[in-house]
């Protein structure tokens, strides 16, 4: 990807967090990232090929923290490691975890967009497979493992970032608080 694309995607951070989804322009973009009002449209077509290339580089940043965390030979601390790097992501890009999994906005039939997704996926996946085989929720889906730990992680860190939960806690504790929970859900969905 050239140099003036990926600055059209990260001016897509600002013009989010200024306008909302909603208030994204070719036209806008093109301004932010101190271009022609027609290079959005030069790069990506029209608007949903520049959100489909913008959710694709979010999850495609997803997926190397989850990657990066099966890395880790210790399960407990891969999991922990990986929803630590969901949230910090969470933090640092607020306005591409803000669209994320707004699937309204792109062209769903990109085939790298997928690519993207499953990454993180099936690094979550194997790292469930991996735990299981070594003794951990032996007698539980592992399907319904990474529905539960990733929907935990993804709920928590949404409802902190949105508000509800930073409100009762520190704001600035997100990633200590988080790792406390999702310990607490290994421990119980232990057998």
């Known amino acids: 990807m050239s140099t003036t694309a990926e600055n059209l995607l990260d001016a897509m951070d600002q013009v989010i967090a200024t306008h909302g989804p909603s208030g994204v322009t070719l036209r806008r973009v093109g301004a932010e990232a101190g271009l022609s009002h027609t290079a959005a449209a030069h790069y990506y077509g029209d608007k949903p090929g520049l959100f489909t290339a913008y959710i694709t580089r979010a999850f495609n940043a997803v997926a190397d923290g989850m990657e990066a965390a099966l890395l880790i030979e ?3 601390n891969a999991f922990l490691q990986a929803a630590s790097s969901y949230a910090e992501f969470a933090l640092e890009q607020p306005s591409q975890f803000n669209v994320m999994n707004r699937l309204e906005l792109v062209r769903v039939d990109t085939p790298e967009l997928w690519a993207a997704r499953e990454r993180g996926f099936f690094a979550l996946a194997a790292l469930i497979d991996r735990s299981q085989a070594e003794g ?49 859900l290994l421990d119980a969905l232990d057998d």
Do not use: Q
């Not at 007698?139 to 409802?159: E, I, K, N, P, Y």
């Not at 009762?168 to 929970?181: G, I, K, Q």
């Open 136 to 184: 951990w929720a032996v007698s539980r889906d592992g399907l319904d493992l990474a529905a539960t730990t990733w929907g935990l992680v993804h709920g928590f860190v949404d409802l902190w970032v949105g508000g509800p939960l930073a409100a009762p806690y520190d704001p600035a504790e997100l990633v200590p608080t988080l790792l406390r929970v999702v310990e607490d």
């Open 74 to 76: 210790d399960n407990r």
